[in-house]
């Protein structure tokens, strides 16, 4: 069994997608972040960066294994499950690299987006023009990749896991505020919807059941 540490983000989302992927038996724990349920001895003690989502892994030899860091706990889940990241050295690494670039951009820039959009307490147009463009130049080298395949690495596996909740959290504000820049992103826009129609990506995307 594992308990999944968890809440309506998008990184939280990756974790149970996966999980609903390879179809292993989880226990949700939803950490309410907005009352800073995240900050508590029990799940710092899992997590010290205070941070969602986190697993408590019960099956691994040696005994319960906490992991935190979606990517991490990605990629463990893949190795353990023997799914969704190739052991072929070159198509692990595209793997790989795809889900760096998740970690590295399409998550910080378009969560700054999000901040500076929706919860800063002043609204500060040049850093919500900075991190909405920056953004979108992210989303298009997404665009670039999927040029000439279905998924970001050829085959679905956990880059596409990764990215998914993501773009689909900035696809509306995108929408509503640069709508013509969305017309050159085709690409994307078709990978959103071969993703979001798998049934384990819909039942991932509802944990937890937002209130």
């Known amino acids: 069994m594992i308990d999944l540490y968890t809440w309506t983000t998008p990184n939280g989302r990756k974790v149970s997608i996966m999980l609903e992927e390879i179809g292993l038996p989880y226990n949700v724990i939803p950490i309410d972040i907005g009352n800073e349920a995240q900050k508590t001895p029990e799940f710092t003690a899992i997590n010290p960066n205070q941070k969602i989502p986190a697993i408590v892994d019960h099956d691994t030899p040696g005994g319960a294994l906490p992991i935190f860091e979606s990517g991490a706990i990605l990629v463990h889940l893949a190795e353990r499950s023997g799914q969704f990241l190739p052991t072929d050295v070159r198509k692990r690494a595209e793997v790989m690299q795809w889900l760096m670039y998740q970690m590295s951009h399409v998550g910080p820039m378009i969560g700054q987006a999000g901040h500076f959009i929706n919860q800063a307490p002043q609204k500060v147009p040049y850093a919500i023009e900075r991190f909405i463009g920056e953004s979108l ?49 085709g690409n994307v826009r078709q990978w959103i919807d071969r993703v979001g129609a798998r049934p384990a990506v819909e039942r991932g995307m509802a944990v937890p059941p937002e209130a």
């Open 137 to 185: 130049r992210i989303v298009g080298v997404l665009n670039t990749g999927l040029a000439n395949r279905e998924y970001l690495a050829g085959e679905y596996s956990i880059a596409d896991i990764a990215t998914y909740p993501w773009v689909m959290a900035a696809w509306g504000p995108f929408k509503q505020l640069m709508p013509e820049q969305l017309e050159e992103l």
